[in-house]
T-cell receptor, first 114, second 112 residues
Framework: DTGVSQNPRHKITKRGQNVTFRCDPI?????LYWYRQTLGQGPEFLTY????????KSRLLSDRFSAERPKGSFSTLEIQRTEQGDSAMYLC????????????FGQGTRLTVV | DQQVKQNSPSLSVQEGRISILNCDYT??????FLWYKKYPAEGPTFLIS?????DKNEDGRFTVFLNKSAKHLSLHIVPSQPGDSAVYFC???????????FGQGTTLQVKP
């Protein structure tokens, strides 16, 4: 396993367009997280899946954002009607349900809305 | 409300010396603290962690200290190496979901 994989690495889109990002977690990890990081800030939690169930969503996740993890494996994050304020690095992380285990992050998808 | 704060945006140290990165938190319910390192254009990489029931954890050149009464933790890197130059994030876990609350990060530069 090569770790958490995210695609695409970079995405430039026009305001108002929809975008979708994909995350492939470490295969044996049943927990998956999405975070967003803007310049000069630490990652901010967006949402959390345990297997295929989305168990928590941050208030940061507006109605234009939707995340899925249909079979408890890969996950997608879709942003509809993108706005310039959505420009950020979107990070995916995964971990296993076994005590105090750290989350492993992917390399992120850098979104630029022009 | 910033529950995890890293008040020093940057730190510069000489190779071979000690690097000390600090982190303060406000929520006494955090049960687990972690440090991540991040290089440009990459995701954060886990470095070291500490449970709230401990006050020290050591892994090679890296040691994390936790002072619960002061709600403060620090990461010591000894000896510092140029390859340690990166952004370091302190993170805290609030509940069993495993979600993390991050500080703003400290950019460490280790000069040869």
């Amino acid at each position: 396993d090569t770790g958490v994989s995210q695609n695409p690495r970079h995405k430039i889109t026009k305001r108002g367009q929809n975008v979708t990002f994909r995350c492939d977690p470490i295969s044996e990890h049943n927990r998956l997280y999405w975070y967003r990081q803007t310049l000069g800030q630490g990652p901010e939690f967006l949402t959390y899946f345990q297997n295929e169930a989305q168990l928590e969503k941050s208030r940061l996740l507006s109605d234009r954002f939707s995340a899925e993890r249909p079979k408890g494996s890969f996950s997608t994050l879709e942003i509809q009607r993108t706005e310039q304020g959505d420009s950020a690095m979107y990070l995916c992380a995964s971990s296993s349900w076994s005590g105090n285990t750290e989350a492993f992050f992917g390399q992120g998808t850098r979104l630029t809305v022009v | 409300d910033q529950q995890v704060k890293q008040n020093s945006p940057s730190l510069s140290v000489q190779e071979g010396r000690i690097s000390i990165l600090n982190c303060d938190y406000t929520n006494s319910m955090f049960d687990y603290f972690l440090w991540y390192k991040k290089y440009p254009a990459e995701g954060p990489t886990f470095l070291i962690s500490i449970s709230s029931i401990k006050d020290k954890n050591e892994d090679g050149r890296f040691t994390v200290f936790l002072n619960k009464s002061a709600k403060h933790l620090s990461l010591h890197i000894v000896p510092s190496q140029p390859g340690d130059s990166a952004v370091y994030f302190c993170a805290a876990r609030l509940d069993l979901t495993g979600k993390l609350i991050f500080g703003q990060g400290t950019t460490l530069q280790v000069k040869p």
